[in-house]
Structures are given as structure tokens and as C-alpha cells.
């Protein structure tokens, strides 16, 4: 179905990524959400048109969670949240006029739990997005063991196209070859890392598919220690916003950031870009890029090997 001309007619985007302080402890729910309230007002007084919240940054209702929870009951009793918090997101969104990506959080899913991401759209529209790749922890039995997600969703908003991936998606060499033919204006990425290492893990990853797919990427993290949980467990992460690595946009590919920190005296930091270069890129992706070659897949390719490896 294609696109009308009202939404063919708008093509922009500011952006706000908040890098969630997860650390302070909260008296419940309403806290949570006031939080977000507090940075979508911020964000629109700042011109932001979409504001991104990280991943999972639904473990800090771990701090009013019942006393001594165990690890393998939190995603189930954090699952038992999620749609009064949703509920509570979808006026906020339409008050402020503006689109939030709510992170990610576990909910239930064909009798099992899945990390979703949600995105709310100002129009009254819903779109979701289940991590495909799920790290160690996430797939323990002892642990969290959530399953993974089998689709990847392409959204259509203001005359762009746009795609969620979370966290360990996009690392992943064979996601990017399926997201470079898919002519994306952004990918969104809300991630959570405990280290320096995840963060250039997510960081460097996005960096890189802003060149594979001629898109522009906006990773964002968490940032904080848990001392709510057992074990405590920290964040370290920032923000970004990575175009293609052409001289027009500045060369290296970079159009904002955020330097990746674990401590945070406050809510946490907040990265606004404005006018995203959504028209320069698709030109660069329709052939104005000095080399790309487009979609590549390497299927001519004949692989080498005499030993087998």
C-alpha cells in the first residue's frame, strides 16, 4: 500500500535518546511513569519529535518488586507490570503530542516471554518489536529464559521508514544483510550493557550499519548500578546518533553523541538531534554514496578453504 501524499510530504524527524539512569530506587509504577513524562516534556521543549527510551529500562521496577525476589521470577513478575505501565504510556504520548519508544520490557507471548520493544505513535497507532537474538542470561532456565522473537517489523510513520532493533540485533552480521535492501530511514536501537566492552559491542555495531545499510542508527543504553537486585548488577552505555561516512555529512559518520558513563547524579543524560539528514542519506542510498555498492549480498562469492574450517 503505498504512501499518501500528506505522509509523503513530511520526511523529518528530531530525535531525544535518554540514556536512563536505572540506578535510583522507586516507590512504584506511578514514579516510573512520571519519569517519562518529565523527559517527554523536556524533549518536545526541545523540539524532539520521537523520544527513546533503552532497553529494559523496565528493571528498575525491580527496586519496589517483593522483598527477595529471585532472579528466575523477575521477568515473570515484570511481565505482570507491563500493561498497566503501557496503559499509563499511551496518554502521554498523545498529551505531548510526540512519539516514545518505551524501551523494552518482558511480556507474555504464546505462553512464554519475550523482550519487547514498544513504539507509540501520536496518531493512536502501535507497533512492537521482539528481540530476535537473546544473549546468555536471557535464555537461561534458571534465569530469565525468555524466548525469541521470529519477525522483524517495518514501520511506516511520517512519510519514513523505520525498524527496531534491540541490543544484541545488531551485532549481527546476518540482520544487517537483511535490513540493507529494506531502504530505511532509521533504525532505532535501545540497548542495555554492564560494561564498556557491551557498549562498544552495540555502539560500534550501529556505527558500522549506518555504512551497511545507508540509514541513520540511534543506539541508546542504560546507565547505573541496581543495588535493588541480587546481584547488583551495573550499566554503562550513552547515546548516539551515526549516519553513513560521507564528507557531505560531516566524514565520520557521526552526527551526535553522548560518551558512554555508569554513574549519573540524576535521571540521566539526554542526546537531541534535530533534522536528521533523512533526505541527504536516501540520496546517498540511491546511489549518491561515494562507494557503496548498494545491497550487497555475496552470494557470487565462492568461499576457499583447503582445510575445511
Known amino acids: 500500500m503505498g504512501l499518501t501524499g500528506e505522509e509523503e ?6 530525535v531525544a535518546l535518554w540514556a536512563t539512569n536505572v540506578g535510583p530506587r522507586l516507590n512504584g509504577l506511578d514514579a516510573w511513569i512520571s519519569r517519562i513524562d518529565a523527559k517527554m516534556t523536556e524533549a518536545k521543549a526541545k523540539g524532539a519529535d520521537l523520544l527513546v527510551i533503552p532497553e529494559y529500562a ?23 507490570q507491563a500493561p498497566d505501565a503501557l496503559g499509563a504510556l499511551r496518554p502521554l504520548v498523545a498529551r505531548h503530542d510526540m512519539a516514545l519508544l ?3 520490557m518482558p511480556v507474555g507471548a504464546d505462553g512464554a516471554y519475550v523482550n519487547r520493544a514498544h513504539l507509540f505513535l501520536p496518531d ?10 537473546l544473549t546468555p542470561q536471557e535464555q ?22 523505520l525498524a527496531i532493533a534491540i541490543c544484541l540485533d545488531i551485532e ?30 552495540v555502539f560500534d555495531c550501529a556505527k558500522a550499519r549506518a555504512v551497511e545499510t545507508q540509514s541513520i542508527l540511534c543506539p541508546v543504553g542504560t546507565i547505573g548500578d541496581t543495588g535493588y537486585r541480587d546481584p547488583v548488577e551495573s550499566n554503562v552505555s550513552g547515546a548516539a546518533v551515526y549516519g ?21 547524579e540524576g535521571d540521566g543524560p539526554m542526546l537531541v538531534v534535530k533534522d536528521l539528514p533523512i533526505a541527504e542519506v536516501r ?15 555475496g552470494e557470487h562469492v565462492i568461499v576457499n578453504d583447503p582445510q575445511g574450517q
Open 9 to 14: 510530504a513530511v520526511n523529518e524527524l528530531s
Open 283 to 297: 540520496a546517498m542510498r540511491k546511489g549518491g554514496a561515494y562507494v557503496w555498492p548498494g545491497a550487497w549480498s
Open 244 to 264: 553513513p561516512c560521507e564528507e557531505s555529512l560531516g566524514s565520520t559518520g557521526v552526527l551526535g553523541s553522548l560518551p558512554p558513563q555508569g554513574h549519573d
Open 102 to 104: 518505551a524501551g523494552s
Open 140 to 161: 537461561n532456565p534458571q534465569g530469565w529464559n525468555l524466548q525469541v522473537g521470529g519477525t522483524l517489523n517495518v514501520i511506516s510513520w511520517r512519510g519514513l521508514r
Open 124 to 133: 493512536g497507532q502501535e507497533h512492537i518489536q521482539d528481540k530476535l537474538c
Open 58 to 80: 523496565s528493571v528498575q521496577w525491580l527496586s519496589f518488586a517483593p522483598e527477595g525476589i529471585a532472579l528466575d521470577r523477575e521477568i515473570a513478575w515484570m511481565a505482570s
Open 172 to 201: 549481527l552480521p546476518a540482520l544487517a544483510a537483511r535490513l540493507a535492501p529494506l531502504a530505511l530511514d532509521v533504525i532505532l536501537v535501545p540497548s542495555m550493557t554492564e560494561a564498556l566492552s557491551g557498549y562498544h559491542r
